[in-house]
């Protein structure tokens, strides 16, 4: 109903004021028929209704209309059901779960700009008398706010055999037909509707069934990644691109997020051994490159991840890979291992082992650490089952590896620093003066401190790991600003061995004069802290990797750790770790889009902490071209090679700061089919194709990159790959790949 207007309220001439005004709509729905039937009734102030009166309603029928030559639904097809499957979902729990872990069908909400499969569930009744079916296909029909997008199945050949629905084996991957909705499609509130059909008889379809899918925005991760080259085996650190391989491979598939942001790339030099077992966690060797990393990580508030290349003669039996503390925001691994990766960063972020917290569902008669229900991968169709597959966060790295609704909906939290809902959380967009603190305890109870810095980062989170000790700061009349816990090195086996490395990022309060520890009551250690040491950036070199800066300092004995300033992201990071040396080389990658950078020297003989900052210029700057690749695909191996048909393609400036997806259109043939990160080979045809990603935003510049691949029914190839010159103007006006493309460098 739209509209209600009283012509002639008093139509017998009486003259009473309108009372109460009453209105009725009754609809029925008969075929193509609609009849409403209207009621409205007046009552004067007399309470009676007696009065004479005229009246109009207006009212609009809507009505989704189907073409009358389309014949009726096939009537032994139905769909019984839609699973939403991004990477594990709740469906049709109640058929293989104990009451205490069954929850509603599709109850684990959907993440913005992730790639979504559907899963769709048909019954065909072949004792119907139709014609029968041998394979059954159909199409998804997905509107959104910018447009409608139609999506044929990712099954082989694009269909399945049908069955009644009480056959259907919900961990088989092609006993559903199944769809994949891209990462730019999913967005927002879209309206999803599907139908299928016989192959071979697509005239007569099932009726349409219906879904409204919400995706909810998530905060993206910011990952800093660091190429560790081990000088002692040797093996040469693994570029940006092998690290994002690995973590692209497994990590960006199981985490709950629709962007992991590259923000920066660099690489260091490690002697110590980080190989083999130990009866304590990780080696000290793993530990020590712990401390590197996190100096790299500066005040940015960045999860810090660093790349192991495998050794000659492989990854031997042990530890292979490293987390200092839960929740610290910094991790390692050997990025062959692509789920002890994902495991490693996933402590990171204050996650424990799935087969040591007590928290961890017990999932029905499954395994321990068993995912509980059914995960799903849309670039791939593959499903995984519980009854095999185990959380990815299992002490022992399980043979199938994927991810629990548990650690799923945990990595939830917060981009960084929180265990998981209900738990303690802490702002990364809160930034405060943190003392980094390293301490060591023996059994006897003597404090060591190591060199430790304070300078503006975010609050920082430190899960489990709690040791019986703490940390008090005083003012210069001994008064007491700030207490707080101190925590062990989990990876030492938490605070069970000796002696105890405590590491602690704390607030460090304005006026402290005095650091003292304590075991429960009793003092153990007090430090009075100077004033900060005098330092100063005595001049700067040119160098032809850079420019070498150049200082001097007070402190005794010396340690520094050198930041530059990101004006992308607005924070400081660290140019290399910590060390004694006066001088280091800021190389030319970190001066991408100006012939200038601010750098800052810190200094520290304990405690206090000076600084010393200024800009530094680099003589023959060059504008950087950033580059273009797809994720999984070394430009140095040979091909052809297979791929996932699901590609995404990142662009990175010279620092390795990943740049903003939404910059990037595909094209083939001179035309759009696609565009942000990812490209859905599968929707092309089978045959050899050429497509373009061109990368827009660089100023008046186009940067571009073709590949040559090969859609087959089987899967996908890359064929070759190949560089486009940068041009100038708009993607509209260069949509075609160069006639005769250069080789790639």
């Known amino acids: 109903m739209r509209d209600f207007r009283v012509t002639r309220p008093n139509s017998g001439g009486n003259d009473h004021h309108i009372g109460l005004l009453e209105i009725k709509l009754d609809t029925s729905i008969n075929d193509n028929t609609v009849t409403v039937d209207g009621r409205f009734g007046l009552r004067d102030w007399s309470g009676n209704w007696d009065d004479e009166y005229d009246g109009s309603i207006d009212f609009v029928v809507v009505a989704d209309l189907a073409s009358i030559g389309e014949p009726p639904p096939r009537g032994d097809l139905s769909i019984t059901g839609m699973e939403l499957n991004q990477v594990v979902q709740f469906f049709g729990t109640a058929g293989f779960l104990d009451p205490a872990n069954v929850r509603p069908d599709n109850s684990i909400f959907l993440v913005a700009r992730k790639t979504t499969g559907v899963r769709v569930y048909v019954d065909w009744d072949s004792s119907a008398g139709l014609a029968p079916i041998t394979n059954l296909t159909g199409q998804l029909t997905v509107k959104t706010s910018g447009g409608t997008v139609v999506l044929n199945p990712i099954n082989p050949g694009q269909a399945i ?19 994949s909705i891209p990462a730019a499609q999913s967005v927002g509130t879209v309206t999803v509707s599907c139908q299928v059909w016989d192959q071979a008889a697509p005239a007569s379809k099932s009726a349409e069934f219906t879904r409204t899918l919400v ?16 000088t002692n085996l040797p093996a040469t650190a693994p570029t940006q691109a092998q690290i994002s391989t690995a973590l692209s491979s497994f990590m960006f598939k199981v985490y709950p997020r629709g962007d992991i942001i590259q923000t920066g790339f660099t690489t260091i030099n490690f002697n110590e051994t980080v190989t083999g077992p130990s009866s304590s966690g990780c080696t000290s060797g793993f530990n020590d490159l712990l401390e590197n990393l996190e100096d790299l990580g500066g005040g940015s508030g960045n999860m810090v991840f660093g790349g192991l ?21 910094v991790g390692t691994a050997f990025i062959a291992l692509t789920s002890a990766c994902a495991h490693e960063l996933t402590h990171a972020l204050g996650r424990d082992h799935s087969d040591t917290d007590s928290n961890y569902p017990n999932y029905d008669s499954f395994q321990n650490s068993s995912i509980g229900v059914f995960g799903f991968d849309p670039t791939t169709n593959t499903v995984f089952n519980p009854a095999t597959a ?26 960084q620093g929180a265990p998981g809902p209900g738990g303690p959380q802490m702002s990364r967009h809160v930034r405060t003066n943190m003392l980094f603190l390293r301490l060591s305890v023996d059994r006897k109870r003597k404090v060591t401190r190591q060199p430790s810095f304070y300078y503006e980062a975010p609050l920082q989170y430190r899960g489990g790991c709690r040791s019986d000790f703490t940390v008090e700061f005083q003012d210069a009349d001994r008064n007491v600003l700030d207490c707080a816990p101190l925590h062990c090195r989990c990876t030492d086996h938490g605070c069970r061995c000796w002696p105890k490395a405590l590491h602690d990022g704390i607030p460090y309060p304005d006026g402290t004069k005095w650091l003292l520890v304590w075991e429960d009551d009793k003092q153990l250690y007090e430090e009075e802290i100077p004033d900060p040491p005098m330092v100063k950036i005595t001049g700067t070199e040119p160098h032809k990797e850079g420019v070498i800066l150049k200082w001097s300092s007070d402190a005794k004995p ?21 060390l004694q040396d006066t001088s280091l080389l800021i190389p030319r990658t970190l001066f991408t889009h100006d012939p200038r950078l601010e750098v800052c020297v810190l200094a520290t003989s304990g405690i206090a902490t ?22 999984g695909v070394d430009p140095n191996e040979p091909y052809p090679k297979p791929i996932s048909c699901v590609i995404s393609a990142t662009a990175t400036d010279t620092a390795g700061r990943q740049l903003d997806g939404n910059h990037l259109t595909w094209y083939r043939d001179g035309a759009a089919i696609a565009r942000g990160n990812q490209l859905d080979l599968r929707t092309l045809n089978n045959g050899r194709h050429v497509v373009r990603a061109v990368l827009r935003g660089i100023g008046d510049r186009l940067v571009a990159r073709s590949w040559v691949v090969d859609r087959t029914p089987a899967g996908c190839v890359l064929i070759s790959t190949v560089c486009d010159p940068p041009t100038k ?16 460098d």
């Not at 995706?215 to 081990?230: E, K, R, S, T």
């Not at 185990?390 to 917060?414: C, E, H, N, R």
Request: net charge negative; proline share 15%.
């Open 610 to 631: 000076g600084r010393a900052c200024m800009e530094v210029s680099l003589d023959d700057y060059r504008p950087q071209v950033p580059g273009i690749g797809i994720v």
């Open 215 to 230: 995706f909810v925005a998530v905060d993206p991760l910011n990952i800093f990644l660091v190429g560790v080259n081990l």
């Open 390 to 415: 185990q959380d990815f966060m299992k002490a022992s790295i399980p043979g199938t590896p994927w991810v629990s609704p548990y650690t799923y909906q945990a990595l939830l939290a917060g981009p």
């Open 558 to 578: 010396p340690w520094y750790l050198i930041h530059w300033f990101d004006r992308k992201y607005g924070v400081y990071r660290g140019v290399a770790p910590r």
């Open 729 to 744: 103007g708009t993607p509209e006006d260069h949509p075609h790949p160069h006639p005769e493309p250069p080789p790639c």
């Open 161 to 179: 055999t049908p069955k009644r629905s009480t056959q259907i084996n919900q961990a088989l991957s092609n006993d559903t037909l199944n769809f």
């Open 309 to 329: 290349p495998t050794p000659p003669g492989g990854i031997p039996a042990g530890v292979v890979g490293c987390n200092e503390s839960l929740g610290d925001g």
